[in-house]
């Protein structure tokens, strides 16, 4: 059963002016779409048709770098999408707890997550997430992902050009300002740590 194209989770004007309707119907639309539609040839009729994304990504890692690509990228881009959110929310107390224990405030997190992106070389993704209890800020370049590794992904940011360009031209900081300080979705956040495992991408 082939993967689609998942749903934004809100319309596409409530990122404005972190990220533009403009920028969600490309990104979104033609960027995501070509990952999952070039993935969803690649594993037709083989074995990973009825996988789950994961194992998918798990499976095509360090084997086939082609499906790895566009599985690893339908799955971030999923993940992005629901780790901004169109109003505002706040952490929860646990997760709270977590990242003050980890980095002093949600001031500082935010602080150290715009830090880590701006400086981010190239393309890739900009993670919260949670290790045996343990908060952290992690980088993965290009299509890369955390979706099989042994941390749990809480959020995440996207730091290739295309996510920011038409908004803030070459001006990373200025996205990363955008998004960190207004359009977090800390209550997705929230729940990805009280789950306790990774995301599931829907299929």
């Known amino acids: 059963m082939a993967f689609k194209l998942i749903d934004l989770p809100y319309a596409d004007t409530a990122l404005d002016p972190a990220v533009s309707a403009e920028t969600l119907s490309y990104h979104h639309?033609?960027?995501?779409?070509?990952?999952?539609?070039?993935?969803?040839?690649?594993?037709?009729?083989?074995?990973?048709?009825?996988?789950?994304?994961?194992?998918?990504?798990?499976?095509?890692?360090?084997?086939?770098?082609?499906?790895?690509?566009?599985?690893?990228?339908?799955?971030?881009h999923g993940f992005y999408w629901h780790s901004m959110a169109g109003s505002e929310t706040a952490p929860s107390d646990e997760l709270k707890a977590k990242i003050e224990e980890a980095f002093g405030s949600?001031?500082?997190?935010?602080?150290?997550?715009?830090?880590?992106?701006?400086?981010?070389?190239?393309?890739?993704?900009?993670?919260?997430?949670?290790?045996?209890?343990?908060?952290?800020?992690?980088?993965?370049?290009?299509?890369?992902?955390?979706?099989?590794?042994?941390?749990?992904?809480?959020?995440?940011?996207?730091v290739w050009e295309h996510a920011y360009y038409l908004d803030h031209q070459n001006a990373r900081p200025a996205y990363l300002d955008a998004v960190v300080d207004n359009?977090?979705?800390?209550?997705?956040?929230?729940?990805?740590?009280?789950?306790g495992t990774t995301w599931t991408y829907p299929k």
């Open 183 to 195: 359009k977090i979705n800390w209550a997705f956040a929230s729940e990805n740590l009280a789950r």
């Open 29 to 76: 639309g033609k960027h995501h779409n070509a990952y999952v539609s070039k993935m969803n040839d690649a594993i037709e009729g083989t074995p990973h048709d009825d996988a789950a994304l994961e194992d998918v990504i798990s499976a095509a890692r360090g084997s086939n770098q082609g499906l790895f690509n566009n599985s690893a990228q339908t799955w971030n």
């Open 106 to 158: 949600v001031d500082e997190l935010k602080s150290q997550l715009k830090s880590r992106g701006a400086g981010h070389f190239a393309s890739g993704w900009v993670w919260l997430a949670e290790k045996d209890g343990k908060l952290s800020i992690e980088e993965t370049h290009d299509g890369d992902t955390l979706a099989d590794s042994d941390f749990n992904p809480l959020l995440t940011i996207d």
